[in-house]
């Protein structure tokens, strides 16, 4: 069955492979009408969630700084 | 050579031991002050100093070599035991010890199959350390946030990665600047392994979830750095999943047998890092549409089936449609059937009152009678019938004497017949044989007539003769003058004519010779 794992904690593959599950689930009509509501909202949440994950898809490079063979800090890079 | 008394002075000066090491020391930098000289590593030593000490040899030879600190590190190779090489410096001497010595500035492989050879052989010394072991390979992440990136900040494969990163998913990406060859390369490259690795989650610097160890193309001298042991533990030893994409697809170095994934080429390893955000996209809104019409569907199917139900639920006017009909027909028969049962019994309850004692004894008297009437008329005929049957067996009776009678006389003169044909087929029987002799005699007397009738003899005595000329009848003229001797017989006996008598024959002769003669 489903990860009790909440949906805010889950990483993009986590969500998306609930998320199958739910639609399969439903697809395949063999729940109960309340729980068939549950698994909908829930569906709906990690939807968002992972379209949240997918909308943060943002650029940023940056150019590390080290000394002593450990990260100090970064440099952004722009131009690359 | 040094006995008690000083040896002669001659012409040769006379040099201190330092000053003729000095002088050698002189000739062998001045004629070797560069030379190129080729051999095995012998055995090699690195104290803390930071210095190497090795050997070079042949298969006769022994030179002791050299490289300060800051010549090792410069070198692209290092010299290791066994290792066929060309090394490059001078010819010095170390007075201290009458020693000479080559201080090597550069060491190279002789020729790429010596290079080869060890590389093989490392690789397999790291193998057999489980290194490489499938088992320790962590699966890379579907969707990293941070990647971290090892190579050179300039330069077209820091590029390459970057472009497709922004094609696929634009990814946070940090850059750990390092040589990507030269003698730094491989502690350059092992250091910002570590380094990653050694970022705390959730500090300042994000820590990746994912490391690129990357570089373009070169030769295997180029490459060289990562196939060093120490790039090679790095990675292996690296806690966040590793792509290696070092040179070029046919490049292989033992940092790719250590790292969790290899890619052929840095553009191949932002295409293993990360998915295609639009078709993530494309998923999540084929899923979201599924999800929709899933819960449309189930509610859709759940309304239908109701009303479905519902239909098959029959309407309460359809139930009691029928039962009231025959209802209503039974009860409207009911009154009539009331009124024509009570009438039945009524005229039955009135038959039962008329049943009064004087009925009764009426009835019985009439019955009475009535069987003794019948009693009567069933004794007079059975006497009727029994006085028949008395004259009908008197009237048998009478008949069956004179049968018998008659039956007696026939019997004995049927017996008196028989007698009789037995008595006279008995005497027929005595008679027979005696008859059927006389038969016999009388026909055998006819049939010897007969057959004297037809003889020749008989026909002797009519007057007829027999001639034989020779013994044997004669029947023509010619057969006659043939015979020497003719006889005639005739019935009373035979005659010889001419020669002897004939013999003794019967008194019998043809008419028909006798005429003859």
């Known amino acids: 069955m489903m990860t009790d794992k909440a949906v805010s904690e889950m990483s993009f593959e986590e969500a998306m492979a609930a998320l199958e599950q739910v639609v399969t689930q439903l697809e395949r009509g063999e729940v109960a009408l309340e729980q068939s509501i549950a698994l909908y909202e829930k569906g709906a949440a990690l939807k968002a969630h992972c379209a949240a994950k997918l909308k943060a898809a943002e650029e940023k490079v940056e150019l590390i700084r080290a000394a002593e063979g450990r990260a100090v800090g970064t440099t952004p890079v722009e131009g690359l | ?517």
């Open chain 2, 1 to 517: 050579m040094f006995e008690d008394s000083p040896a002669p002075p001659g012409n040769q000066p006379e040099y201190t031991v330092s000053e003729l090491s000095g002088a050698v020391k002189r000739v062998i930098e001045g004629e070797f002050g560069l030379v190129r000289v080729r051999g095995e590593v012998g055995r090699v030593s690195r104290p803390a100093s930071g210095h190497l000490y090795f050997d070079l040899k042949d298969d006769r030879s022994v030179i002791a070599a050299i490289s300060w600190k800051g010549q090792a590190a410069k070198m692209q190779v290092r010299p290791e035991e066994g290792m066929e090489v060309v090394a490059t410096g001078r010819m010095t001497t170390f007075p201290g010890q009458s020693k000479y010595q080559l201080i090597v500035d550069d060491v190279a492989p002789a020729g790429a199959g010596a290079l080869m050879a060890m590389l093989e052989k490392r690789r397999a010394a790291l193998q057999a350390e489980g290194l490489f072991d499938p088992a320790r390979k962590q699966p890379i992440p579907y969707l990293p946030q941070v990647i971290g990136v090892i190579t050179s900040p300039s330069g077209a494969v820091i590029r390459d990665i970057l472009h497709r990163l922004r094609d696929r998913f634009p990814r946070h990406v940090l850059i750990w600047p390092v040589a990507v060859q030269g003698q730094s390369c491989a502690a350059e490259v092992a250091a910002a392994i570590r380094g990653f690795n050694a970022l705390a989650p959730g500090g300042p610097i994000p820590r990746p979830d994912l490391l690129i160890v990357a570089r373009g193309g070169g030769s295997l001298e180029d490459l060289w750095g990562f196939n060093e042991e120490i790039v090679v533990r790095a990675a292996a030893a690296s806690r966040i999943p590793l792509i290696s994409a070092v040179g070029h697809e046919t490049d292989t170095t033992l940092i790719d047998h250590a790292a969790d994934l290899r890619a052929p080429t840095p553009t191949a390893a932002a295409e293993l890092a990360v998915p295609v955000r639009m078709e993530l996209l494309a998923t999540l809104d084929a899923l979201s549409a599924r999800l929709s019409r899933a819960i449309a569907q189930g509610a859709a199917n759940r309304g239908q089936r109701l009303r479905d139900l519902g239909r098959a639920l029959p309407r309460l006017d359809s139930l009691l449609a029928q039962p009231s009909q025959r209802l209503d027909l039974w009860s409207g028969r009911l009154g009539g059937a009331l009124g024509m049962a009570a009438a039945r019994k009524r005229a039955a309850f009135e038959r039962a009152a008329r049943l009064r004692p004087e009925t009764l004894l009426a009835l019985i008297a009439g019955k009475r009678g009535e069987l003794q009437a019948r009693a009567q008329r069933l004794s007079d005929r059975a006497a009727v019938a029994l006085e028949r049957k008395h004259s009908q067996m008197d009237k048998w009776a009478s008949r069956l004497d004179p049968a018998l009678t008659r039956l007696l006389t026939t019997a004995a003169r049927d017996i008196a017949r028989d007698r009789d044909r037995l008595t006279a087929l008995d005497s027929r029987l005595q008679a027979a044989p005696a008859r059927r002799l006389a038969d016999l005699a009388a026909r055998l007397e006819q049939i010897d007539r007969t057959r004297q009738t037809l003889g020749y003899r008989e026909t002797l005595k009519r007057g007829f003769a027999v001639m034989r000329g020779d013994g044997h009848v004669v029947t023509s003229k010619a057969a006659a003058e043939r015979s020497a001797t003719l006889e005639v017989e005739f019935a009373d006996g035979r005659l010889a004519l001419g020669g002897r008598p004939a013999k003794k024959g019967r008194s019998e002769g043809g008419r028909d010779q006798g005429s003859l003669f």
